[in-house]
């Protein structure tokens, strides 16, 4: 695993080092440039050794030298397309690094390649021959690239902190990522935070011309669904079984030990016992329990042991106080790029199994892949009663209900809030969307009608505000199937899966030099998944119905039968503790005028009535605490390295 940088500009060697330095703890086995003073080009790397540890140094050449690679991931298929290269007259001259396996397939294919490769991967290659740079970034977007351009050049890189260290690039906040920051708690799409630095998307190549300074992008790979029938379930458990085996198996590929996340859950669980089942002796497994108020109810260690007895794997236990985690809240927001207001004990997780090990499994992906909580029960059951026939209301209750949904948009989110709107939610499908009801609203943080009246200041160039329920509402068609599994298993996969989950789980493994890997999310078994009709995939009772009978006999009956859990941070007491002083000063009324972002009556509204006691907003406050201590580092102090202070002292 890598960190990749690369620019076409002038004085491109010298910056470019300077932004490679920039990802060291992503490789910090081993770095390297290449130079091309005529072209005004460098490629630069940082190393994590994880195969062929002697003979896969990078920027790597092909065999004329015409074409060279900068790469971060893992290419899992490697040795079966090694092979048939081999058969095809190609010689290799290292032992078994992936990174020449591309070099050669691209020599044969070009971009034509890219449905060959079966792993993770963000890669450059600088062609000669044809004077481009052609990148690309896997099909479910586990690796990171970002890029940017200049008036007088093109840059890209693992990391948005690496671009940042360019003076090119303006720290200028993006404000449509800001505006759908606040509803999600992740930057969805192609646009970054930082106004002219995008992300290539999942499933995309783009090639850049260097004598013409043209760009294209193009997709190569997206999620289609198309259901199998003639299977019964019984028969679609076995093939599940085995899939997720040759995944779990391609995926273990390493010349280096690998050790597990066992949370205790269903999903890491299964990826620990098609391992252990299928040789991997004195496994390495590390699981994290908690202590403190509600910890009892979210503990899975008792779970995990008996998973790691079930195996007999070497199994670590690491038992975590919640205020642990304020201790690196500053050093987790440097490492993530972006904001991010979701779940961080994971950070722990990946720095206890780098005291061992180099690669670690996750079961990341699973639940996206199968029911993602159960979120289309609602949807499936009000669309089904608009099919059916609603109740019938009058004409006047139906022409007003876009004011009524507004109005209870706006209560409160305090317990009396909460009550109407549950009612609301009862309430028959009269002129309503029902994706966006049950998908949007039911786990927003700030709605789009909150953050215009309420949340954010008027945009100073007069621009119309976006809206993010339309934006996953786009995504949502653009499944192009009339199964709610199947529309919000797409917008899972297009939105929060890679710019969430995967974007968390990337950055704090990296932060630790550690690979992370997810055979959930083996193309071969994602598209196999998609292929499984949906009634049959899973239940509304049971969403894992499905996975859970492929896996029964590997897992303990216990863990079968057990609610799915998961940490919550205790965010609600934080801001009336610890966290109230941060709080208070970066969501003061002054600061926020002074900043021109929100609207400076966001303190009286959200959070003065929660650190009082008086309400309980402390999602809406946490989210924008979270933003609001990213836009310290990266906006106001414009931090170059990760912070050597504490959160205390930003109060």
């Known amino acids: 695993m890598c960190g990749i940088t690369g620019m076409v500009g002038p004085n491109a060697a010298e910056r470019v080092r300077a932004m490679t330095v920039a990802l060291i703890h992503r490789g910090p086995d081993d770095g390297g440039y290449y130079d091309d003073p005529r072209s005004d080009i460098c490629l630069g790397m940082r190393r994590l050794s994880i195969l062929d540890l002697d003979h896969g140094r990078q920027p790597m050449g092909n065999g004329d030298q015409s074409v060279w690679i900068v790469y971060n991931g893992e290419i899992f298929n490697s040795p079966d397309l090694r092979r048939q290269l081999e058969q095809r007259h190609h010689r290799f001259v290292t032992a078994n690094s992936d990174t020449e396996t591309l070099l050669q397939l691209y020599d044969e294919k070009q971009e034509d390649m890219l449905a060959d490769l079966n792993g993770m991967f963000a890669f450059v290659l600088y062609d000669k021959k044809r004077n481009v740079l052609f990148g690309a970034r896997d099909r479910l977007g586990i690796k990171p690239l970002y890029y940017a351009r200049t008036e007088a050049a093109f840059v890209f890189a693992s990391e948005l902190k690496s671009l940042l260290t360019l003076s090119d690039i303006r720290r200028e906040l993006n404000p449509t990522s800001l505006y759908h920051y606040l509803t999600l708690r992740f930057v969805p799409g192609t646009s970054s935070m930082i106004k002219g630095v995008s992300r290539l998307a999942p499933g995309h190549w783009f090639r850049y011309h260097l004598g013409t300074a043209r760009f294209e992008t193009h997709s190569y790979w997206r999620p289609s669904f198309s259901p199998q029938e003639g299977h019964s379930a019984a028969e679609w458990s076995e093939i599940v079984r085995e899939e997720l085996r040759a995944a779990v198996r391609r995926w273990s590929l390493s010349d280096v030990p690998i050790g597990c996340s066992l949370s205790g859950g269903l999903d890491s669980s299964s990826i620990v016992g098609l391992l252990a ?79 061992d090990v180099k690669v670690g499994m996750t079961g990341t992906g699973g639940d996206e892949l199968f029911g993602d909580y159960g979120r289309y029960r609602g949807l499936e059951r009000q669309t089904s009663g608009r099919q059916a026939g609603a109740p019938t209301v009058p004409a006047w209750i139906e022409r007003g209900w876009p004011l009524v949904a507004s109005l209870v948009d706006r209560l409160p989110h305090g317990v009396g809030g909460l009550r109407l709107r549950e009612r609301w939610r009862n309430w028959p499908m009269v002129g309503r969307d029902p994706f966006t009801w049950d998908y949007v609203h039911a786990f927003y943080y700030f709605s789009d009608d909150m953050k215009r009246n309420t949340v954010l200041m008027e945009p100073a160039d007069g621009a119309p505000f976006p809206d993010t329920a339309e934006l996953l509402r786009d995504v949502y068609r653009q499944s192009n199937s009339a199964q709610p599994r199947d529309a919000l298993m797409h917008v899972a996969m297009r939105t929060q899966l890679p710019e969430e989950f995967l974007s968390m789980t990337d950055r704090f493994s990296m932060a630790h030099s550690l690979e992370a890997r997810v055979p959930f999310l083996d193309h071969a078994f994602v598209e196999l998944v998609m292929r499984i009709p949906s009634r049959i995939r899973t239940k509304p009772e049971d969403p894992k119905y499905l996975l859970r009978q492929a896996v029964r006999d590997l897992l303990p009956e216990e863990l079968l039968q057990a609610p799915k859990r998961g940490f919550v941070i205790p965010t609600a007491q934080w801001l009336r503790g610890p966290l109230r002083p941060l709080a208070e000063r970066l969501l003061a009324p002054k600061r926020l005028a002074d900043q021109g972002l929100f609207r400076p009556e966001f303190y009286a509204q959200f959070v003065r009535p929660h650190v009082e006691g008086q309400a309980d907003y402390h999602p809406q406050i946490w989210t924008a605490l979270m933003f609001q201590i990213w836009h310290s580092l990266y906006i106001e102090r414009a931090l170059t390295d990760c912070p050597n202070f504490s959160w205390q002292e930003l109060c």
């Open 277 to 355: 089942d299928a040789g991997h002796r004195q496994l390495k497994t590390y699981s994290l329990g908690f202590v403190g108020e509600g910890a009892a109810a979210l503990d899975e260690l008792p779970l995990a042991r008996k998973v790691a007895e079930r195996w007999e794997t070497d199994h670590h236990e690491l038992v975590l106080q919640p205020h642990d985690l304020l201790r690196d809240l500053l050093k987790m927001v440097w490492y993530l790029d972006e904001p991010y207001g979701g779940g961080l004990p994971s950070w722990y997780v990946f720095q206890f199994m780098h005291q």
